[in-house]
DNA sequence: CAATGTTTTTATCGATCGATAAATACAACA
DNA sequence: TGTTGTATTTATCGATCGATAAAAACATTG
């Protein structure tokens, strides 16, 4: 329907037009970039793809990309061999590249209060994660039922969820052999999912919300730690730590 | 690929074909329905489109749903004018007509404590929106930009947040003047992300986890619980209530 | 300039999509 | 039983999809 005029559509080829740029039709005016070198053009096609698909979702056409891309559609399997060998690249960056390994030492840097510590990392974390693009790709591939989701959400709970639960038995001085359990395990997760929902709310469905992000992590940290002091105490009654 | 052969396929019409059944392929051994009437037809679509839909996602093509519900393709369009107003009746079965009318009167019941209200409800609750067919319906829905899930998330905070935090007040004895703010919501807004969270992991992504629906409520309304009064009592700290 | 090698485009194929029109099978009624 | 009305199927159209082959444009050398 809104289909733009293709690159020196219709007539097939006259003399004159050599010299003329393509123009790079959907890319801007901006665009004296044709015949890139084989790896920028497969970095450019594979950024491209993140937004394009992020947008659209992965049943987007390789045609309405390449015009995104200010391109010809063939152009694409040069550098990929097929539609699907370009999604699966597009997990690999979104998912696996991102983790900073700052946060490792970060998260288990017991000369910083933990609750300090986690703020820190999550406003990094969900600058990373809590953005429309990244969402979007998450939830279209896990509706795809690709199995790079469940590798992500066990990513997260070895990278984030344990060692928050390690640390924090760590600071409140519980016995180190006492590992956390799978209630524990579970009580993490809500916060996680708490914050990600957030997220959720705010980038995907563009619905309006009562807190900053910051704010947001703050108050899910306070109610976590809350919930989490208390289910110690229940478990296991202490004398008045004073 | 998987193509199942047609009804009365290649050969165009053979005389003594008349009398047999279709076998109304992948519908089952068991379909003796042919030429329902209207009504029933047009809820029988709805039905295992909803199915359907669930399973492949909204780009799932009208051949293969028609293979799905045991009949030809053109017949959907009987029914319905064209493949979105069919989406969108699904929408509207699926995220409006599910709320039960008595959790009204179940949230407000002060005769209750306040925690067993929500415990039930949300169990009650959870059985209706936490399965792989509504969560992913809810997904495909919000990736197609559908302003159906903005609706949504605005049902929710009034039919349950606001109402949990009025009555989690009214429960503590504060000043009913005293209206929660939008520090309180986005708190709420946390526990439902977290049970909400619980079934993307276990019905979208198909995680194992570590507790039951139950359990899981019940340390997500503990751990609220907790937070919410602490949030309080720093908000404004009040003597000793004991 | 001409020769060579790589990048990009043009043109096209077969499959599948949503949708429509016309023919056919069935059920109710006379 | 024959007539009529509706439900269902057969056949098909135009558009678009992913993908491929061959031609053209460009850059790099001599």
Do not use: C
Not at 214 to 230: H, N, P, Q, R, V
């Amino acid at each position: 329907m809104t289909r733009t005029v293709q690159n020196r559509a219709t007539a097939p080829r006259s003399a004159g037009d050599r010299a003329r740029r393509p123009a790079s039709s959907a890319a801007g005016p901006d665009a004296p970039k044709r015949r890139l070198s084989a790896a920028d053009r497969r970095r450019e096609i594979l950024a491209k793809s993140i937004e394009y698909f992020a947008t659209v979702g992965f049943d987007g056409g390789t045609r309405e990309l390449a015009r995104h891309l200010g391109t010809t559609q063939p152009l694409l399997y040069r550098y990929f061999p097929n539609k699907d060998a370009l999604i699966q690249e597009i997990y690999k960056v979104v998912y696996l590249d991102q983790w900073n390994p700052r946060w490792d030492s970060l998260l288990t840097d017991r000369k910083v209060p933990l609750r300090q510590r986690l703020q820190t990392f999550y406003e990094e974390y969900t600058d990373v994660i809590l953005n429309p693009q990244w969402m979007r790709i998450y939830f279209f591939a896990g509706l795809k039922g690709v199995s790079i989701n469940e590798r992500y959400l066990a990513l997260v709970e070895e990278r984030i969820l344990w060692r928050l639960l390690r640390e924090f038995r760590a600071e409140y001085g519980l016995p180190a052999a006492l590992e956390p359990g799978p209630g524990d395990l579970e009580l993490a997760w809500q916060l996680q999912g708490g914050i990600f929902y957030y997220g959720v709310r705010r980038y995907v469905y563009q619905t309006p919300v009562q807190l900053s992000k910051s704010e947001m992590i703050s108050t899910a940290l306070d109610s976590f730690f809350a919930g989490y002091k208390s289910a110690l105490d229940r478990s296991r009654p202490t004398p008045r730590s004073s």
